[in-house]
């Protein structure tokens, strides 16, 4: 999938896996017009500034999508790390010393 340069999600349950696409994306298609309840529109969201305003346009194009993504990319294993990092202080925390054993 190195080689992928498009890629349509419009109308679809697709609502997350950014981080996964390859850095050779340059077009992506991803619009709710004929399900209103299509759950990308959680990525829609993301990149809400980037797409047209207009609801006629059918191919809504992101301006430096490699780019864009590359920054997405990074913003999630930045919000992981901390999330492990948090992970493993309460682990830390809820480790108990051993109680002496009775003989």
């Not at 980037?50 to 930045?78: D, T």
């Amino acid at each position: 999938m190195t080689k992928l340069k498009k890629l349509c999600i419009s109308d679809t349950d697709l609502d997350s896996g950014l981080e996964y696409l390859p850095n050779s994306l340059e077009v992506f298609y991803c619009s709710v017009f004929y399900r209103k309840d299509a759950k990308c529109q959680t990525i829609y969201n993301l990149f809400a500034d980037e797409w047209g305003n207009s609801r006629r346009r059918m191919r809504w194009k992101i301006k430096n999508l490699p780019q864009k993504l590359k920054a997405y990319k990074q913003k999630v294993k930045a919000k992981a790390r901390e999330l492990l990092k948090d992970e493993f202080k309460i682990r830390d925390r809820k480790i108990v010393e051993p109680e002496e054993e009775i003989t």
